[in-house]
Nanobody, 126 residues
Framework: QVQLVESGGGLVQAGGSLKLSCAVS????????MGWFRQGPGKERELIAA????????YYTNSVKGRFTISRDNAKNTVYLRTNSLRPEDTAVYYC???????????????????WGQGTQVTVSS
């Protein structure tokens, strides 16, 4: 049973930065893509960034492209999301998720991820 634990959320002013982390255990981390999702108030959960199993390819939704960076350390079984130039509309619960298929190449859809963390709250004040 794969387990994912996010950390690093918090309250930040607009224009600020946070680095989110997600520690994964319970299965071979380096074989699967990883993704970051978020769910804002009154909104559906959306996939905002993904990274392939080796870390060589990354994907972003347009609203975060150029501001957020996903990365992974396969030796530490951890995936990261660096969030820069934060905006009030980035306020959400951020979740990491694990891919469902070994060595699946991108690009990725929400349906490609099947295990979730408990989420970490990011609040951006104006």
């Amino acid at each position: 049973q794969v387990q994912l634990v996010e950390s690093g959320g918090g309250l930040v002013q607009a224009g600020g930065s946070l680095k989110l982390s997600c520690a994964v255990s319970g299965r071979p981390f380096s074989l699967y893509a990883m993704g970051w999702f978020r769910q804002g108030p009154g909104k559906e959960r959306e996939l905002i960034a993904a990274i392939n199993w080796s870390g060589t390819n990354t994907y972003y939704t347009n609203s975060v492209k150029g501001r957020f960076t996903i990365s992974r350390d396969n030796a530490k079984n951890t995936v990261y999301l660096r969030t820069n130039s934060l905006r009030p509309e980035d306020t959400a619960v951020y979740y990491c998720a694990a891919g469902t298929q070994i060595y699946k190449p991108g690009p990725y859809l929400s349906a490609d991820f099947g295990s979730w963390g408990q989420g970490t709250q990011v609040t951006v004040s104006s």
